[in-house]
């Protein structure tokens, strides 16, 4: 694993204080230093398992670990899976890519009454977390591209519809989703090959936003960016509804 995406994960090994589960605010993001925090590996993000510590997809049958560890120079607790589901092209009904949704719990400080949307929103926005996204036939980098970009534009919309966005933000956030979609080469994505996409955990330092991390690819730096790509997974039924409603379920018994 190269040392680049060590000392990236290692920079952000300490979460910051905790925000408000209850009153979730979308953050401003500092300038973008892309050079810093890009990283190349030659293979996915480490996941530690054996073949019993595993969930099937039962609609693929890709097989995610329970458990995954970022590599990094502290000593860090592994990512927890929550959930697991089908991306299905609606109007085709084609099976497109599985997708796991994996989290940091170790401290985690939310009531166990919140609400499904509120813990995640919790989640995203207070720790660490992972989005391991797996094909399931042949496609391309490009092809995942312009499906990301499409739910961020749709994310930017509605936090303008809900009054969440700011003029500043909105403006601050093109250079990131620029740096977004130049990260992905035009080659093709094998099935059964992994791509997997980890979220910093919060510095608490404003100029040190979160980095979106894309394994063999680059990162993005980013809160908004960072954390509304990792939302917009469960926003409505979510991009993967199978994925949500296994969250959703796994969350329950969650909480303090």
Known sequence: MSHIFTSACARFARPAPPRSWSKPVLYGVASLFSAAFAFHVTTPIHLDATHHDVVVDPATSVEFPKQLRVPS???????S?????????????INVYSVGFYADLTKLKIPISASPEEKINYIVRNTSCALRIVPIRHTSYTHLRDGFMRALTARLQLAKSRGTLSAETENT?????????????NTKLSKGDPLDVYLTAPTGDPTRPRNLMFS???AVESDWVAEEFVLAYFEGEGISPPMKRATVERLASIGN
Do not use: A, E
Request: glycine share 12%; net charge positive; no cysteine.
């Open 216 to 218: 063999d690819l680059g």
């Open 73 to 79: 120079k502290f000593p860090q607790l592994p990512l």
């Open 173 to 185: 956030v093109q250079s990131p989703l620029r740096k977004l979609k130049s990260i992905f080469p």
């Open 81 to 93: 899976l929550l959930g697991v589901g089908v991306r299905t092209v609606s109007f085709l009904g």
